[in-house]
Structure formats: C-alpha cells, structure tokens
C-alpha cells in the first residue's frame, strides 16, 4: 500500500495539474458549437442565395417568355391588319400571386421597300401586381417577310399530289397535272381562306408507254383514302364528279366546291429551265471542290462546286448570284444561306445535279428586296438529264413515269424558308414537318407532316402572310 502510495505521488511530480486545466473542456465546447454554428450559418446564407438566383431566374425566363409572347400575338396581329402598328399600352400575358405579372409592348417598323417589317417586343415582369417598377425586363426583336401567293405555289407534273398524316398546304393555289392522294386528316386551304386546285387527270396509261402522260378517260383524279382529308375551296379537275366519302370537297368562306361546269383543265408541264445555259456560264476562276464551300462567307456569282456539298454547323453563306453543284447538296444544323441585297429583285437559282436535302434548323434569308433562292435538280432515272455531253431536255413515256417517284429533294423539321422555292424538275419533292415555303414543283410534290405548311411564291406583295425570318435578343438599355 505504502509503495502505490509513492508512485502516485512521484506522477503527480511529472505531471503537475494546472490550475486552468479544469476550463479546457468547456472552451473546447464553446469553440466547437460556435464553428458549427458558423458551418450552419454559412450553409444557411449559401441555400438562401441559390433560392434567390433560381427565384431571379424564374423571372427572368418568364420575362423572356413575356417578349417572346409578344411577338406572336404581334405576327397573328400582322396576318389580319397588314398596318398593325405594335402594342403601345402593355398587354397583360399573366398575373397571379406565383409569378407575379407579366407584360409585353411591341412596334412594328416597315422598311422604305415595304418588304420587310421589324418587330421589337419588350416583356417586363413585376414581383406583386401593384409594383410599379419591372423587376426584370427582357426584350426579343424579329424580321418578318410577308408571302402572297400570285398564281400556283404548288405546280405537279403527272406524279400529282400526295398529303398524308397532319399535313396542311394553305396560303397558295394548287394546279396538278396528274392526281391528288389525300389520306390521314390532310387538308388544303382552309374555311376562311379557300383555294383554287385544278387537276388535270393525265397519268394514263398504267402501265405507262409511250403516250404517257395522257388524260385519264374514266377515273377520279381527286382520291380520299380516307374520311378525314378535307378541301377548301374552288375545284375544278378532269372527270371527277365525288365530292369525297365525308363531302370532302367544301367551299369554305367564298370558295365554289367542286365545279362541275368548269372548263377542261389543260396539261401544263411544270415551268422550264434551260439548264445547259447556267452550266455554260460558270465563270472556270469560280471552280472549287464542293468541300470548300464553306470555307468561305459568300458563293460568286456562276460559280460551280464539284462533287458534293454539306453545310453544317454555322456555316455562314452570302449568295451573289447562280451557283452549279455537280454532286449533292445537304443543308443542316444552324447553317445560313442569305442572298445578296446587291442582286435585287433577280432571284438566284442553285443548280443540283444529284439531290437536295434540308433539315434542322437552318436558316434561308430572303434580301432587302424580298427575293429568295430557287432550288433546281435535274436528278431523274435516266442520266441524261444531268450529262453535259449527251444532255437530254424532255423525259416522256416510261423515262418520266420512273422517275417521278424518286424523292431527290426532301425538306423536313421545323422549316422556316419564305420565299425559297424547290424544284424536282424530273422527280418528287417531299416535304415534311411545319413551316414556310415559297413554292414546291416537280413531277410530283409529296406533304407528309405533323402541321402547316405556308406557301407564298411572291414576298411581300397583294394579300400576305407574314412570317419570321430572323430572331435576336433585343437589350432596351443598350
């Protein structure tokens, strides 16, 4: 007992205890509890500012929605008014106690030409309905061209016409000179503006010879495959006397229904081109690889690209005058093609060999004077059509039947092209998905999509329908 004795006193010789050594567990504490309260804090303030940005940015997208807002109800404004002028006094688009209210103001200025309009709308939104002051503003500005139909915008050959699924085909009149398939809820015009379609009923024989095309003596040229497509407007066509399973043939808002006493529609083949003639005019310094076409920022005028053509990506191209593609043409991604303002009212026409696609979103901008770019290809099942050495300029007879159902040009996605117009001249056009078009011709013109499609062969002139052509953020501070 006596010896632990002494080894507890010879520990308390080495390790001393310190007065202040009793404090040390609550300092610690007190140290501890005030950096997780810091932690808290800071986690606390880092949580309550991400709320505010993501709150911010709800405005801000709901600013931007506001002035985009007002570009459509200005455009709907634009296609019943021609000389709407803009909103002025703010038009409410939301108010209520979760985002707040929302406002938009818009002007429409015209340039000297009266070809193009520029819309300017600005979306604020406030935090309360009684704020006076924007909490966030954002401002969206568009060109818009205006397309009129003068004459027929859609313009068959014997393959005729064929609409399937949701297609719409408004704002044109429609001459076919074969026959026209209507399945699915198709539709051409509308009741409130009817159009013109003349069938001309030449695809016989079948099968074709050498009299092909010739008019079919006993058969409906106008074929609905099923209950749902519909026509608006004044129809004449060669030997048809339905009008449909459903009275598919419908006069809408001043159209005549089927005219059974109209005069015998004529066999007009589409518009010709002197092909040779754009091809001997190629100037030989403006003679590139077609893999070089997007090198550049502008296509010379009687240019040629050999072998194939893609433009992708951001692909930027001024056209200043005719160009010849030897190969095929692909046009997609974000790409745009503009025309030189410098050529005026002379429409630049791009010469094709092989096929023409166009998808995406690219973009097509007519110039300041509203003209637009012609597609051409001469693509067909006899090679002749595209040889510079045995080059043949009419297809008849079993040559013409095939060749009116190959598809070389497809135009697909949410296309926004006023005033382009694209030529099969042999073959079929096939255009899908919704959007603007200044006109479509070929052999045959296929509509296969999910929406409208708005046809318009003159920019800017007699009745319009006006449609976007360009978008960009609009900053009203500067």
């Known amino acids: 007992m006596i010896k632990k004795i002494r080894r507890l006193t010879l520990m308390r010789k080495i390790w001393p205890q310190k007065p202040n050594d009793r404090g040390w567990f609550l300092i610690s504490a007190i140290v501890m509890i005030m950096f997780l309260t810091l932690i808290g804090v800071t986690i606390a303030a880092l949580v309550a500012q991400q709320y505010r940005s993501a709150r911010r940015e709800e405005y801000v997208q709901n600013a931007q929605l506001t002035a985009e807002a007002g570009i459509e109800q200005s455009v709907n404004q634009l296609n019943s008014n021609n000389s709407f002028g803009g909103y002025s006094t703010p038009q409410t688009f939301f108010n209520d106690t979760v985002q707040g209210k929302g406002v938009f103001t818009t002007s429409v200025a015209t340039n000297s030409a009266g070809t193009i309009k520029t819309i300017t709308s600005i979306g604020e939104v406030y935090r309360t309905s009684s704020d006076t002051t924007p909490y966030i503003t954002r401002g969206v500005k568009v060109t818009v061209v205006g397309t009129s139909s003068t004459g027929f915008s859609v313009y068959t050959g014997p393959g005729g016409l064929i609409m399937s699924g949701n297609a719409v085909l408004t704002n044109t009149n429609v001459y076919v000179s074969g026959t026209i398939a209507m399945s699915g809820n198709a539709q051409i015009g509308t009741y409130s503006q009817p159009s013109t379609v003349d069938v001309g009923n030449y695809a016989c024989p079948n099968p074709p010879d050498s009299t092909y095309p010739s008019l079919c003596s006993s058969s409906q040229p106008i074929i609905f495959n099923s209950s749902n497509p519909i026509i608006y407007g004044s129809v004449c066509a060669n030997g ?40 001997d005019a190629v100037n030989s310094d403006n003679i590139q690889s077609g893999s070089n076409a997007c090198n550049g920022s502008t296509w010379n005028a009687n240019s040629e690209f050999t072998g194939n053509v893609s433009l992708t990506g951001s692909c930027n191209i001024t056209i200043n005058g005719n160009v010849y593609i030897t190969g095929n043409l692909s046009i997609s991604g974000s790409s745009t093609l503009k025309v030189a303002d410098t050529l005026g009212s002379t429409k630049p026409v791009v010469l094709v060999d092989g096929t023409i696609t166009v998808n995406g979103s690219a973009q097509m901008i007519a110039n300041s004077s509203g003209t637009g770019i012609e597609f051409i290809t001469f693509k067909s099942a006899n090679d002749c059509t595209t040889s510079n050495t ?89």
């Open 240 to 279: 048809q006397t339905s009008t449909g399973p459903n009275n598919n043939i419908q006069t809408g808002n001043g159209g005549q229904g089927l005219e059974t006493s109209c005069p015998t529609v004529s066999y007009n083949p589409p518009p010709t081109y002197d092909r040779m003639a754009q091809v």
């Open 390 to 478: 045995s080059y043949c300029s009419s297809l008849t007879g079993t040559d013409l039947y095939n060749s009116q159902t190959e598809t070389n040009i497809s135009v697909s996605g949410q296309v926004n092209l006023p005033g382009m117009i694209f030529d099969a001249y042999w073959s079929e056009v096939k255009i899908s998905g919704t959007g603007n078009l200044g006109a479509a011709t070929g052999q045959t013109v296929y509509l296969d999509g999910g929406g409208s499609v708005l046809f318009g062969t003159v920019l800017a002139s007699g009745t319009q329908t006006w449609a976007i052509t360009s978008y960009e953020p609009y900053y009203p501070n500067g």
